[in-house]
């Protein structure tokens, strides 16, 4: 009887642990555009890049085209990225809240290829304080 009490609640302790069944996913990492991880761009990464696919192509692009560039998530402690689909989140906060940040936790559901999330909800962390320096430059 102990072991069936034991085996249920080691049971329900992994549902809980791996999200229960909503199948929940959460990642913490860069939020920036693909182009950006592939070239090693992380802090230095222009917005166009997610808009027109890379850094320069804002003078060929036309405001109003779809997008080209992918937003994803570089996860430091894997060394590898999740691309980001907007499930349940407008791409217009991640990019005024979260884009080029560090430290953004993506919650949402872990696609079958396994590399891709479809974003429910995001969290992330408080904008730097602004700064004023005193003195000659």
């Not at 329900?12 to 991880?37: I, N, Q």
């Not at 696609?111 to 999330?117: L, S």
């Amino acid at each position: 009887m102990r072991r069936l009490a034991l085996l249920s609640l080691l049971a329900a302790t992994m549902l809980f642990a791996s999200g229960g069944e909503k199948g929940e996913f959460e990642k913490k990492g860069f939020l920036t555009s693909e182009w950006c991880v592939k070239n090693d761009l992380f802090a230095d990464c222009r917005l166009e890049s997610y808009h027109c696919g890379e850094e320069g192509c804002y003078r060929n692009w036309v405001p109003g085209e779809p997008t080209k560039g992918r937003m994803v998530l570089f996860v430091h402690d894997e060394g590898t990225y999740y691309i980001i689909e907007p499930a349940g989140v407008h791409v217009s906060e991640l990019l005024e809240k979260a884009i080029n940040r560090n430290e953004v936790t993506i919650i949402g559901q872990l696609a079958k290829d396994g590399k891709t999330i479809k974003a429910t909800e995001f969290k992330a962390p408080p904008p730097p304080k602004k700064s004023f320096f005193k003195g000659c430059l």
